[in-house]
């Protein structure tokens, strides 16, 4: 969707991501072999820059049903350990190649059991791909670190079963648990027992709402199952009144800024599925200049064609923003990451704040 080409400030900028699914960043040259390899005959391209185009192209209909049929092809190549353990690792070199220093990368364990894999198995394979690509990441000079979190889906009932998978693996490179799929007709009180759950064992939990179904799926996903943070959360603005001379907050929106309750968004996928008309007029902008915990990802690198350093080029070029907001945005997204604050802000202190101080950007503050 967005070939732009990414200035060497942004490039360089150390990022953060806290919304990147697995299986939506696959390299398509990856998805032809491994289809080669496992007999997967059903790719709609066999042409790596045409699979690659087919993707964004299907992925941009303004439909989430139609963007995640999509994942199909995607998943299909993700059945073995050693698809598993590849892809992964590739995740962690494009990562680290596009400057990301921490990255949260999530996908739904029950999607990759058609092979006969256990879901243990599919975790274990996974990390395992990441901890490779980080040891080449760092010894090219790019350092990284990957964590997991694991996804159910919305339609199907495995969630409670996912969220213990999650607590399991919680010190071995999982470090929370999400709800995906299509949004309309699956609110998130359908997996209430999940969220209670990992509340009951001090576990994180995200939550996709707000991005194909408006206030109601942010409410439930807020005040009912208590999540952490919104994926997308992008609906919020729903409740944010810019009829008069300045934006006067709803009760719902207030909570969430007052709260400071992590957005994860995501706008090249967002124009994609239909949740906003333009990156000059994604919502992103105006609860950023309200002050909201905005963050900015990629969601599906593969099916939007982008990387965190597109998405914030693409931010720059429309929507104003500038280097000292994008600085923010990586801060923001490190404070609401689900790894041990300790962690966070030796991040923060040592790596984000003076590779932009390399930058030339004046000092931060609050
Ligand atoms: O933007 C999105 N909204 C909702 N679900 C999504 C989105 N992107 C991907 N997935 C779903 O999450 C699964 C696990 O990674 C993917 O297979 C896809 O079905
Ligand atoms: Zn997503």
């Given amino acids: 969707m967005s070939d732009i080409a990414v200035s060497p400030e942004i490039a360089a900028a150390p990022k953060a991501l806290l919304h990147d699914h697995l299986d939506g960043g696959v390299r398509p040259q990856t998805i032809i072999e491994i289809s080669d390899e496992i007999g997967y005959t059903n790719l709609p391209r066999t042409d790596a820059a045409a699979l690659d185009q087919w993707f964004r192209e299907s992925a941009d209909s303004g439909s989430l ?11 299909a190549v993700m059945q073995t350990p050693a698809g598993l353990h590849r892809v992964a690792k590739e995740c962690a070199l494009d990562l680290a190649a596009d400057g990301v220093v921490y990255a949260e990368s999530r996908y739904a364990p029950e999607q990759h059991v058609a092979g006969g894999l256990a879901m243990e198995e599919v975790v274990e394979a996974v990390n395992a791909g990441f901890r490779e690509g980080e040891t080449e990441a760092a010894a090219a000079g790019r350092p ?18 996912i969220a213990e998978l999650a607590a399991r693996y ?17 609110p998130p009180t359908r997996h209430l ?21 408006g206030l109601p799926s942010i409410w439930e996903a807020i005040q009912w199952c208590g999540a952490d943070r ?31 309750i992590p957005l994860e968004m995501c706008p090249s ?24 915990r905005v963050t900015v990802n990629t969601d599906n690198r593969l099916m939007s064609g982008t990387t965190l350093g ?11 923003w500038t280097l000292s ?8 997204a490190l404070k609401s990451a689900f790894i041990p604050y300790d962690v966070r802000l030796a991040l923060i202190e040592k790596v984000v704040k003076p590779g932009y101080v390399a930058l030339g950007v004046p000092a931060y503050t609050v």
């Fill in 193 to 213: 027992d999940a969220f209670e759950y990992l509340q009951r064992e001090n576990a994180h939990f995200t939550i996709h709402a707000g991005e194909a179904f």
């Fill in 144 to 161: 990284i670190q990957v964590r997991a979190l694991l996804t159910a889906m919305r339609h199907a009932a495995r969630s409670r079963e």
């Fill in 65 to 75: 049903v139609r963007y995640l049929e999509t994942f199909e092809h995607t998943v």
């Fill in 325 to 332: 907001d994008i600085r923010w945005a990586t801060i923001n």
């Fill in 230 to 260: 919104l994926g997308h959360g992008v609906r919020i603005v729903d409740d944010v009144d810019t009829s008069g001379d300045a934006p006067v907050l709803g009760r719902l929106a207030a909570y969430v800024r007052d709260a400071r």
């Fill in 170 to 186: 919680r010190d071995d490179g999982v470090v929370g648990f999400d709800i995906a799929g299509a949004e309309a007709g699956y």
């Fill in 269 to 292: 996928s967002n124009l994609q599925t239909g949740a906003a008309a333009s990156y000059a007029e994604h919502p992103i902008t105006l609860l950023k200049d309200l002050r909201f």
């Fill in 310 to 320: 597109r998405e914030m080029q693409h931010l720059v070029d429309d929507a104003g």
